[in-house]
């Protein structure tokens, strides 16, 4: 292969001169200026959508664990109760958790429509 001419160099030069003048005519200028500002606009927008999202993420994170303390909550009144049976007790004075499930299970009716009511745990 033969080894390149100079004419590449000097075409190079000619290039640089166009685009001298390229980047002195108005309407190019316009033209990098609205470019510019839709660039930024769409950093910004990504910005915002990020945040928004670290923001949505944080919310589900506490969320969750709000759910997982009223999960583990119920499971002890479970429990609770589990061994109130096992062991027989039987008074006529109701014990404190007792009328705090009863409560809680009045204002909860909805929510058992999601479980099996023929589940034996």
Do not use: C, H
Request: proline share 3%; hydrophobic share 25%; aromatic share 2%.
């Amino acid at each position: 292969m033969p080894a390149r001419s100079n004419t590449a160099k000097a075409s190079t030069s000619t290039g640089n001169a166009t685009a001298n003048e390229q980047m002195q005519d108005p309407a190019y200028k316009l033209k990098r200026k609205k470019n510019n500002e839709a660039v930024q606009r769409t950093r910004e927008k990504t910005k915002k959508t990020a945040e928004e999202r670290r923001g949505r993420i944080n919310a589900l994170k506490e969320e969750n664990l709000q759910l997982a303390a009223r999960v583990q909550a119920e499971k002890d009144k479970i429990i609770y109760l589990r061994n109130l049976i096992m062991q027989g007790i039987k008074s006529e004075e109701k014990d404190p958790i007792i009328e705090e499930i009863l409560r809680s299970s009045d204002e909860d009716n909805d929510d058992d429509l999601t479980t099996s009511p023929n589940r034996n745990d």
